[in-house]
Structures are given as structure tokens and as C-alpha cells.
């Protein structure tokens, strides 16, 4: 059974950073994608951001690019998101989620099988 747990979030001013960290378990991730999606009140769940375990690709949102950043530690089994110059826009809750066994790259949350909890990330202006 895989399982997802975030953690990290928080309130944060606008310009600032955050690291989410998304913990797996319950498989052998080394074929998994591994992908970052947030859902703001009132609005679908969006993509973020997403790797595969291998390290690469990487793949991005055009709303962050260049502020985030994603990357996994395979001796911890964990994926991070860096979020760095934090707008008030990116306020929402974070999902980690993954996939697998699979050759690409998923963007889309229909290609997610397992899910993490959320977490609020809050940014004030």
C-alpha cells in the first residue's frame, strides 16, 4: 500500500520560500513518477510540478517556473518541492502524488493512482 505523507507547508510573506516534502512508502519507487498538484478554494486541482524517480525529467507549470524547484532523495524516499518568490496566488493546498511503474512523465492528476493528504501553503502579501 503506498502512502504519502507532505509536510512543510505553512503561512509565509509573499517573496519568501518554502520546502515541501513528500514522503513515500509501501513500494519500490525506482519506476514511479512522482508529481506535486495544488488546489486553491473554488478551483480544480492544478499541476505543479513533477519528476520521475530516475531524477529526470522534470516538468513544471508555466505559473512557477523558474520559482520552483523538484527533486527526490531515493536513500529517504522522499520528493521535494523548493518554492522560492512565494506570490499570494500560490496559495492552496499541496498534494504529492504518485504513479507507476511508467516510462513518462504525467501532468495530468487522471494519471495519479495514489495521493498524499495535502498541505496548506499560505502566502500573504
Known amino acids: 500500500q503506498v502512502q504519502l505523507v507532505e509536510s512543510g507547508g505553512g503561512l509565509v510573506q509573499a517573496g519568501g520560500s518554502l520546502r515541501l516534502s513528500c514522503a513515500a512508502s509501501g513500494s519500490t519507487f525506482s519506476s514511479y513518477a512522482m508529481g506535486w498538484f ?13 519528476i520521475r524517480w530516475s531524477g529526470d525529467p522534470t516538468y513544471f507549470a508555466d505559473s ?3 520559482r520552483f524547484t523538484i527533486s527526490r532523495d531515493s536513500a529517504k524516499n522522499t520528493v521535494t518541492l523548493q518554492m522560492n518568490s512565494l506570490k499570494p496566488e500560490d496559495t492552496a493546498v499541496y498534494y504529492c502524488a504518485a504513479t ?13 493512482q495514489h495521493w ?7 502566502v500573504s502579501s
Open 64 to 66: 512557477v517556473k523558474g
Open 100 to 112: 507507476g511503474p511508467t516510462r513518462v512523465v504525467i501532468t495530468t492528476r487522471y494519471g495519479y
Open 38 to 50: 495544488r488546489q486553491a478554494p473554488g478551483k480544480e486541482r492544478e499541476f505543479v510540478a513533477a
Open 116 to 122: 498524499g493528504q495535502g498541505i496548506q501553503v499560505t
